[in-house]
């Protein structure tokens, strides 16, 4: 059993690796800065210390100096640091730092390292266990990197909101460049100004203005087009009044010789520069980036024209039969209330939408005195009114922006227990969306003015409507519905 002081100003911090610890039998103590720790120091014999390296009053560079002075090697230190530059573990390995724990750190990284600090105690660090170790740091680093830009690539093809998509990136980014400032803006593609702009302050999103600094940044990016690094503002004659001291890495995102946006990156005094080699990792996030808004810009351009095709089928329906299209309205609406209930995302809720406004676009094709009929229609009747499901699926065939909009609408009219038209699908078999739309369809069926129907009050038509759970409808998604119109 050891006994082992943690030093961070992080109280989440002191706390995970008191628990980390403290489950190996290991008596652990904290404090919050370098000069508390000096005071249990001076009471006590610890076997090792676990400091943070940025913490105010005495940091851990400083306190393991002077661990050192006073103690030799008898006490084991090892550092954690979240600015785990190439610089920052030379200094604490050349210090007499046992190891450099990076933030955020996992329980096998933490638990290996303090094996290894004690067994070795009172030890110098062997230079061929230090040199495996900084090769090590830097290929997870490098893996980091590699599978930050990955995830960002995945998150810039799915998202098609700018705030997400900013927010994403400058989050992930946190992990691998934490900074004081972080502003990332994206440039409207037809006029001036920002289409985006988003603070981050210490890795959180925060309010405000764009600095003076930040806009010479941002004219010198638009200038000369390339990245920026400053490892040192006060020493630099071209960006000594932009910020006080600290230092800046800034990347424009280049998409056919145009700026297409901009990612500012900065840290105070107080933190490590900004290493060189972080360059690499911003050019490939920027060429990410500009691809990212060109692809956004694409795809809007296609929701503006598929959305003008919508709304003049939508015309021609009206203009046919103002109660299926006045009913599709009504289903649109509560197919989306379901698909919120099941934390669909945005992009899949306007596509559900499309499909409940499209859904009965196939009744174009059906003659008017049988949608307006009154009385109980004929069989033949109802084998031409069927149709609408196979027409309407041939009407959306062209509307490239939702290509399984086919297969949906014809599927809308398909029951659970297999019952349904035209191919007789069971259970979940019939896609989803189409089951969500059966639910939305028959709510509306119950409570509205319906050709041969007498409209329901909403407590009978939710009874009626659990009825046919597992019969005609989902039972899962009747629950669920019913549950969502109970909380209205």
Do not use: C
């Not at 009504?330 to 809720?349: C, F, I, N, P, S």
């Amino acid at each position: 059993m050891s006994r082992i002081l943690v030093v961070d100003d992080d109280r989440g911090i002191r706390e995970s690796l008191s628990l980390i610890l403290g489950d190996q039998n290991h008596v652990i103590e904290t404090a919050v800065d370098g000069m508390e720790a000096m005071e249990r120091l001076g009471q006590r014999t610890f076997d090792l210390v676990l400091s943070d390296i940025l913490m105010p009053r005495m940091d851990g560079m400083e306190l393991l100096r002077t661990i050192r002075e006073r103690w030799g090697t008898l006490t084991s230190v090892i550092l954690i640091s979240a600015y785990a530059t190439e610089a920052t573990v030379t200094e604490a390995l050349d210090q007499g730092a046992r190891d450099l724990i990076v933030k955020p750190f996992d329980v096998a990284t933490v638990r290996e390292a303090v094996d290894y600090a004690l067994t070795r105690n009172s030890f110098p660090p062997a230079p061929a266990k230090i040199q495996e170790r900084r090769q090590d740091r830097n290929l997870k680093q490098r893996l980091l990197e590699y599978s930050v830009l990955e995830e960002i690539g995945m998150a810039f093809s799915r998202d098609q909101d700018l705030t997400k998509l900013g927010s994403r990136l400058q989050t992930m980014v946190q992990q691998i460049l934490k900074s004081d400032r972080s502003l990332l803006v994206l440039y409207q593609a037809d006029q001036p100004g920002f289409a985006f702009r988003s603070l981050f302050l210490r890795g959180q999103p925060a309010a405000g203005e764009i600095s003076a600094g930040e806009e010479y940044v941002l004219e010198w990016l638009q200038r000369h087009r390339r990245a920026l690094y400053v490892p040192d503002v006060a020493r630099d004659q071209d960006f000594v009044d932009t910020f006080a001291g600290g230092s800046i890495l800034a990347m424009p995102f280049l998409r056919n010789g145009r700026v297409r946006g901009a990612l500012l990156l900065y840290r105070g005094n107080a933190a490590p520069a900004f290493g060189s080699e972080t360059l690499q990792f911003l050019g490939v996030l920027g060429s990410l980036a500009a691809s990212a808004l060109d692809h956004l810009e694409l795809t809007r351009e296609l929701q503006r024209s598929f959305h003008g095709s919508v709304k003049a089928l939508l015309a021609t329906l009206e203009a046919k039969d103002a109660f299926t299209f006045n009913h599709s309205q009504r289903v649109a609406r509560y197919a989306r209330r379901l698909g919120q209930g099941l934390k669909l995302d945005e992009v899949e809720l306007h596509r559900l939408e499309y499909l409940a406004l499209l859904h009965d676009i196939g009744k174009i094709a059906v003659p008017e005195d049988i949608l307006r009929q009154r009385a109980k229609l004929s069989d033949w009747e109802q084998q031409v009114l069927r149709t609408h499901v196979e027409v309407g699926a041939n009407i959306v065939k062209p509307l490239g922006f939702l290509p399984d909009a086919p297969a949906l609408i014809r599927a809308h009219h398909e029951w659970f227990d297999g019952s349904g038209y035209p191919d007789r699908l069971r259970g979940e078999a019939i896609p989803l969306f189409a089951r969500l739309l059966a639910v939305a369809n028959a709510f509306d069926r119950l409570t509205s003015d319906y050709p041969g129907a007498t409209p329901q009050p909403a407590g009978q038509a939710r009874e009626s409507l659990r009825r046919l759970a597992g019969s005609e409808l989902d039972p899962e998604l009747v629950h669920l519905f019913l549950r969502l119109e109970q909380l209205r």
